[in-house]
């Protein structure tokens, strides 16, 4: 029971200190390993013998194998993290712009009528209606968006 008392006096600050760093670096290995391991997964470019050959190599020899492979391929690890956060992104926003073309999307038909009531509250006139109404009916987008006119436009 005294020997419990006297616990931390027998495991310095020093020693606290580089048992902490190592088991950090333990975890930053296994981070980097298995970041490697997902390169070489990721890589198209790379063949399927070639890909088995540096997943063997870094399984059975690991600390040659990581070491070797960051020389040989590490400049393009990050290219090739780039161009998929990349491709990712794109996708994205084809994804959010599809989304937002069909479902809020207004027709020409919409726009006409809209038109229609703004020349009749005569905030624009006959001939900037009809511009705005051919623009709208060659499928060109919004009439009043398009020639600039609007609301006000007029005094």
């Known amino acids: ?12 600050l020093l020693s606290v200190f580089w048992s902490m760093l190592w088991f950090f670096l333990w975890i930053m290995w296994f981070v980097l390993l298995f970041r490697i391991v997902v390169d070489i997964f990721r890589d198209d470019a790379m063949s399927g013998w070639a890909k088995a050959g540096w997943l063997v190599f870094t399984i059975v020899l690991p600390f040659l194998g990581v070491f070797v492979y960051i020389i040989a391929r590490g400049k393009n690890m990050g290219r090739r993290e780039v161009a998929q956060a990349r491709a990712q992104q794109q996708a994205f926003d084809s994804y959010i712009r599809e989304t937002a073309k069909g479902g809020g999307g207004t027709s020409s038909v919409d726009e006409l009528a809209k038109l229609s009531e703004i020349r009749a509250k005569g905030d624009i006139t006959d001939e900037e209606f009809a511009r705005a109404k051919s623009l709208v009916l060659s499928g060109h987008g919004s009439g009043t968006a398009s020639t600039g006119v609007g609301a006000g436009s007029r005094h």
Do not use: G
């Not at 029971?1 to 310095?12: F, G, I, N, V």
């Open 1 to 12: 029971m005294s020997e419990s008392t006297y616990l931390a006096y027998d495991y310095p």
